[in-house]
């Protein structure tokens, strides 16, 4: 007997139906109200890092912690109890929990549907990792625009005078004939020479600057870079090797804040090798990254001083600024997917580690 069109109808919703629900970005969990799971979908297991194996058919508890678990019981049992949709339909935001252990924060909405008199509870679950991240980043470019302006107002009050104390300084020492004030004169310029230093990198720190995206030749770059630097090199016994696969040339970003990325962690490894060494400088790709590596031998970063190493005004330097590497932070976590690292042990020397998209080159 040919099956009627309502029933082809109906059967052809849930086949869409069911598409649907397995292949959305949501979590989808189906329980009743004992708690067994009937719907876990291809999301929910990317989300949660359980296989659907190890939770249909089982309680719900398997994949949520004992504090969450008892709150949803007490939920579901108000609901069977006085059909009173308290939390069907509201979204909220929870904490949840991976396979892993590892905590995320998500979005949880509820609805109820009732099959035969028996109710059925679907949870649907947003993984808002991604989100939060990006209202963090935008939050904190907010911040740092508005103290930006703070401090390049008073930095703009604070160069004046100090050009003038400078400048007067200098008029003196040449006309200065005693030894003693020639020292003196010669302290103050070179104390105002370190603040107007220092006033130009807390600008630079704290403008936020507009970005350029092009494909960026790392060979070329460090070759720039490296070249002016060729004299200190060989008076201080420094090797440099440079590696850069071809496959790994080409990285997203851009060139002029990269090239003051990685000259100042050349310049930082430069200063670490007093007794001379080799520094290798090497890139290699990764997949849909290109990994950057600056490795020194000098005298490594103790374990103490590298969890404070990329904090505004740290410096392990006599006359360093501590901002030099927070700059370098910063440039790099503005370009999309990138990261800097450090590897060092007291002694053994420091490897700085940058991670860039990495770009196909650019047709001739």
Same mark, same amino acid.
């Given at each position: 007997?040919?099956?009627? %069109? ?27 109200? !004992? ?12 989300? !949660?890092? *359980? ?14 912690? %004992? ?42 909405? !509820? ?8 109710? *059925? +509870? ?11 991240? /990006? ?69 630079? *720190? *704290?403008? %936020? ?8 030749? /790392? ?42 990325? +990685? ?15 080799? /520094? ?81 080159? %650019?047709?001739?």
């Amino acid at each position: 007997m040919p099956s009627s %069109p309502i029933a082809d109808c109906k059967s052809k919703e849930f086949s869409i139906l069911s598409h649907a629900v397995e292949n959305t970005n949501e979590a989808f969990v189906t329980i009743d109200r !004992f708690h067994k799971v009937y719907v876990f979908n291809r999301a929910a297991e990317k989300i !949660f890092g *359980y296989s659907r194996e190890e939770v249909i058919g089982r309680d719900l508890g398997v994949i949520m912690s %004992p504090e969450c678990s008892r709150n949803h019981r007490g939920a579901v049992k108000r609901y069977v109890e006085t059909r009173v949709p308290r939390r069907i339909g509201h979204e909220t935001e929870i904490t949840a929990t991976r396979k892993s252990g590892d905590t995320f924060p998500a979005s949880i909405s !509820f609805s109820v549907t009732e099959v035969d008199g028996e109710p *059925y +509870f679907t949870a649907i679950v947003r993984d808002l990792t991604e989100t939060k991240t /990006l209202q963090e980043k935008i939050a904190a470019a907010e911040r740092l625009a508005a103290l930006g302006q703070v401090v390049a107002e008073i930095a703009h009050e604070i160069k004046n005078p100090l050009m003038i104390i400078g400048g007067l300084a200098g008029q003196l020492l040449r006309v200065s004939e005693g030894s003693k004030t020639r020292e003196k004169l010669g302290i103050i310029s070179e104390e105002v020479n370190r603040l107007e230093g220092l006033i130009s990198e807390i600008r630079e *720190y *704290y403008t %936020p600057r507009q970005m350029s995206n092009a494909a960026v030749d /790392l060979a070329d770059m460090f070759r720039r870079i490296t070249e002016p630097l060729e004299d200190r090199f060989n008076s201080a016994g420094i090797l440099l090797e440079v590696s850069i696969a071809e496959e790994a040339r080409w990285v997203q970003g851009d060139r002029e804040r990269l090239k003051q990325v +990685f000259l100042n962690l050349v310049k930082n490894a430069l200063e670490a090798m007093r007794n001379g060494g080799t /520094l290798k400088i090497s890139a290699r790709a990764d997949e849909d990254m290109v990994e950057i590596r600056i490795a020194d031998e000098g005298g490594g970063i103790s374990e103490k001083d590298k969890e404070r190493l990329f904090t505004p005004f740290f410096t392990t330097k006599t006359k360093g600024t501590g901002l030099g590497l927070c700059v370098v932070k910063r440039i790099v976590e503005e370009h999309r997917n990138g990261s800097v690292s450090v590897e060092s042990e007291g002694g053994k020397g420091t490897v700085f580690i940058v991670r860039l998209t990495h770009s196909p080159a %650019p047709s001739e």
